[in-house]
């Protein structure tokens, strides 16, 4: 096993790189919290979207050749309306913040140093923006959810460890479909914020 963690840089490596990527987040994101049931179409369109954002951050850990984990970030600015105006409406100033995405990777890569390798080249980049603040936003899902495992993974710790800490009453609703579900539906994140 030989993990390495860079950043994409070259436009056509990180187009290159969609195929996996979208198989990636299909397979972490169909499990608990977020129950995703995705499509490869989708996710080819959302990545080559991304790729071509300004500013935008494009971490990848690979075994050998196989991609097993990514995190992407990008300024605030060029977000959707759904992820600006709730920090507007608080009277942050979205242009100095840079918005943590997805951060996702393997369950067999889990517990290797990974995700602070992954939080760590996205703050730099945040920082050499020059942004002030990252965010990032966390599904809620109830307690009681049908398809709640027994232990599921709390990454709380791990984000307040890395000085990241939910603003009470700071939330947005995104749409998708859940594992199981004909149609979309509304889905409640909450805001997780640090001071760089």
């Known amino acids: 096993m030989t993990i390495r963690v860079r950043s994409l840089t070259d436009t056509q490596e ?7 990527l979208s198989d990636l987040r299909i397979r972490v994101f169909r499990d608990w919290p977020y129950l995703y049931e995705g499509t490869a179409d989708y996710e080819a369109e959302y990545l080559a979207e991304f790729i071509d954002a300004p500013g935008a951050v494009l971490v990848v850990a690979t075994d050998d050749a196989a991609v097993v984990g990514a995190a992407t970030a990008s300024p605030m600015a060029g977000q959707k309306p759904e992820f600006q105006e709730p920090l507007q409406r608080r009277g942050l100033d979205v242009a100095r913040i840079f918005y943590f995405g997805e951060s996702v990777l393997l369950p067999q890569y889990h517990g290797q140093g990974i ?23 966390a599904v809620i899902r109830p307690d009681g959810h049908p398809m709640r495992p027994n232990m599921p993974r709390d990454l709380t710790p791990f984000w307040r460890a890395r000085g990241y800490a939910p603003v009470e009453g700071l939330t947005t609703t995104l749409h998708w479909q859940d594992v199981g579900d004909a149609d979309e539906s509304p889905h409640q994140m909450q805001f997780w914020i640090r001071d760089l």
């Open 14 to 20: 990180r187009q290159a790189a969609i195929p996996a």
């Open 115 to 137: 995700g602070h390798q992954f939080f760590d080249a996205r703050e730099a980049a945040a920082r050499a923006a020059g942004a002030a603040q990252a965010s990032f936003c």
